[in-house]
């Protein structure tokens, strides 16, 4: 059985940081294109950062992340992560990490990923 379940999140101040986890079971995660997504009750479902499979994995990033958050993988865990830095009451949400086959060599942050996990809140406030 397919399962993708998130941690990591928590309570942080402004301009303090997090990692956030995203433990694959069931399939090779790298294998399969990966994407992070945040929602929030003003914005719905936001895509912020994705990467594809493979050696050679590219990452996109949404204009508001930049430079903050990182993307990456860790094959022999079958886990992927996403860094934070400098966050912001803006990034306050719940984080899901995402995963889908055909997003292999090109992913990006629509919401048509095929797997989900279950979500993880941040909350950035003071």
């Known amino acids: 059985q397919l399962q993708l379940v998130e941690s990591g999140g928590g309570l942080v101040q402004p301009g303090g940081s997090l990692r956030l986890s995203c433990v694959a079971s069931?399939?090779?995660?790298?294998?399969?294109?990966i994407g992070w997504f945040r929602q929030t009750p003003g914005k719905g479902r936001e895509g912020l950062s994705c990467?594809?499979?493979?050696?050679?994995?590219?990452?996109v990033y949404t204009q508001s992340v930049k430079g903050r958050f990182t993307i990456s993988k860790d094959i022999a865990m079958n886990t992927a992560a996403l860094q934070m830095h400098n966050l912001k009451p803006d990034d306050t949400g719940v984080y899901y990490c995402?995963?889908?086959?055909?997003?292999?060599?090109?992913?990006?942050?629509?919401?048509?990923?095929?797997?989900w996990g279950q979500g993880t809140q941040v909350t950035v406030s003071s």
């Open positions: 069931g399939f090779n995660l790298d294998t399969y294109g």
């Open positions: 990467i594809t499979g493979g050696t050679y994995a590219t990452t």
């Open positions: 995402a995963a889908d086959p055909y997003k292999y060599w090109a992913c990006n942050l629509d919401e048509d990923y095929d797997h």
